[in-house]
């Protein structure tokens, strides 16, 4: 494998070097095409880097105008090269076919040292973790490749429109499911193209919402990743089996359950392990780097469908020097993820954290302004979406004077950017022990063993005996 000469062409170099020195107005055909590293010859790859300095700064490819650059960089050898190119003319007409067998070239010699790492590492006995993250840097490098050389046709377009116009929607939804029929009606279900950003203050129920909407696309047969920063696997399924049986979470993961109702979780628990819902351990890293990694990795062993991640500002980037520059992480972390949702093809739930800075208006609703310190989230998104709940304020409020308190259990989820639906509050309720949220015209989302076995008949979860004493 070591004897393996890096695929390169002098003579292909040669030719493309020689059309843009002396045609310097047709770097516009490759410029987008190649970089430094698709020229292997060290004299070709800086001279090229010289000359696409020059082009980028406005300045006309000329000798005088690449004299500088070269003086400054002590490599006045290269004005040789460059007049050498000049000599050798080439047809341009093979400019653009020749600067793509440079970008094969330059594939091929990037694919040739990653698998030699890989060997590497396989014989070093690495992590086979560390080994993956080679393997999909590996996939990357020619998928970059692709995106630079190929076009979407406009039959691939229109063939892409009828797999659209022709999805079997159920019940008017074509996406994966929020499990709260008024926000599908909005939505039409979380769609394989949507950055949802979901943000509220803290206390808001963010985690609330993280834990109700994946249950319900993993119970219905999504396969789907919880990625939570902040709460461990253990305490979320607790939180799902609060939100199945009703009763509260604290007392669930305290241990202060009867012992019947303890018997009803251990059936609804057992029910759902087979239910294809995968947490991330946040003990390893909240590195975006690692998580997102992570995700490829699960799309392609799990089929993972559609991800929650709760949430974005607890996601480090080790690739940003300046770790106190939030923002800077924010939008690094969010680019990534932009980027894996659009290569996966599949629905991003983010959650994003807003701080309290802004709550003493008398309307404390947030609004896309509050999202501003947060980097660039509204952009990327297809929909952006706060959380409110009045209780949270009123009973701090009613403990402050030392009255009781009476939730009203009103929870807002306000649709404040929508690509392709309706913007404004959707009214629903959340019953914050029992982990639940449901429509606003129901009196409970869930409130007797029936209705829970009428809930989940469709899902994973069908048959669970619900008969055992509870209401
Ligand atoms: N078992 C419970 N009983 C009573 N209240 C609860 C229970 N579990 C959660 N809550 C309350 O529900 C609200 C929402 O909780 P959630 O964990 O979803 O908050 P969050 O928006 O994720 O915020 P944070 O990041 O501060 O945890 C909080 O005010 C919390 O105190």
Not at 126 to 149: L, P, Y
Not at 319 to 328: F, G, L, V, W, Y
Request: hydrophobic share 35%; charged share 25%.
């Amino acid at each position: 494998m070591d004897q393996i000469a890096p695929p390169q062409s002098f003579e292909i170099e040669k030719d493309v070097l020689s059309v843009i020195c002396n045609r310097p107005e047709l770097i516009y055909q490759v410029e987008d095409l190649l970089d430094d590293d698709c020229f292997y010859n060290s004299d070709n790859r800086y001279l090229f880097s010289v000359v696409m300095k020059v082009h980028f700064s406005g300045v006309a490819v000329t000798q005088s105008s690449i004299l500088p650059q070269i003086i400054t960089s002590g490599r006045k050898d290269i004005l040789d090269h460059y007049q050498q190119m000049k000599k050798y003319f080439t047809s341009e007409r093979s400019l653009v076919n020749n600067a793509e067998a440079l970008v094969e070239l330059s594939t091929k010699r990037a694919l040739l040292t990653k698998s030699l790492r890989i060997l590497q590492m396989i014989e070093l006995n690495e992590t086979i973790e560390d080994i993956e993250s080679e393997v999909t840097d590996a996939t990357n490098i020619v998928m970059t490749r692709n995106k630079q050389t190929e076009a979407i046709s406009m039959g691939e377009a229109v063939d892409g429109l009828y797999d659209l116009m022709h999805r079997d929607p159920v019940n008017g939804i074509t996406g994966i499911p929020t499990g709260i029929s008024s926000l599908d009606k909005i939505t039409g279900g979380w769609e394989y193209d949507d950055k949802v950003i979901i943000a509220a203050r803290p206390g808001m129920g963010k985690t609330i919402a993280a834990t109700f909407h994946s249950f319900h696309s993993a119970s219905i047969g999504y396969p789907t990743a919880l990625i939570s920063l902040e709460v461990r696997p253990a305490k979320l399924a607790g939180r799902m089996m609060s939100n199945a049986s009703g009763f509260n979470s604290s007392d669930i993961t305290k241990g202060r359950l009867a012992d019947n109702q303890k018997r009803i979780i251990t059936e609804i628990g057992d029910k759902s392990k087979s239910i294809p819902l995968y947490f991330y351990d946040n003990t390893r890293s909240r590195d975006i780097n690692d998580i997102c990694r992570t995700i490829r990795t699960w799309h392609r062993k799990y089929g993972i469908k559609i991800v929650y991640l709760d949430y974005i500002g607890l996601c480090r980037d080790r690739t940003i020097r300046n770790s106190s520059d939030k923002t800077a992480i924010t939008e690094s972390v969010q680019s990534k993820l932009t980027e894996l949702g659009d290569h996966l093809g599949i629905p991003l739930i983010i959650f994003s954290q807003l701080n309290r800075g802004s709550e003493e208006k008398s309307d404390r609703r947030p609004t896309l302004s509050n999202l501003k310190s947060s980097g660039k989230l509204e952009e990327d998104a297809t929909r952006v979406i706060f959380l409110y709940r009045q209780d949270y304020y009123d009973s701090n409020e009613s403990e402050a004077r030392g009255e009781n308190f009476i939730p009203s259990n009103d929870m807002e989820y306000i649709f404040a950017k929508n690509r392709e639906g309706e913007l404004g509050p959707v009214l629903l309720k959340c019953n914050v022990a029992q982990n639940r949220i449901y429509d606003n015209n129901q009196t409970s989302h869930i409130h007797s063993a029936k209705q829970i076995e009428d809930y989940y008949k469709n899902t994973a979860l069908n048959g669970i005996p619900m008969s055992l004493g509870f209401a």
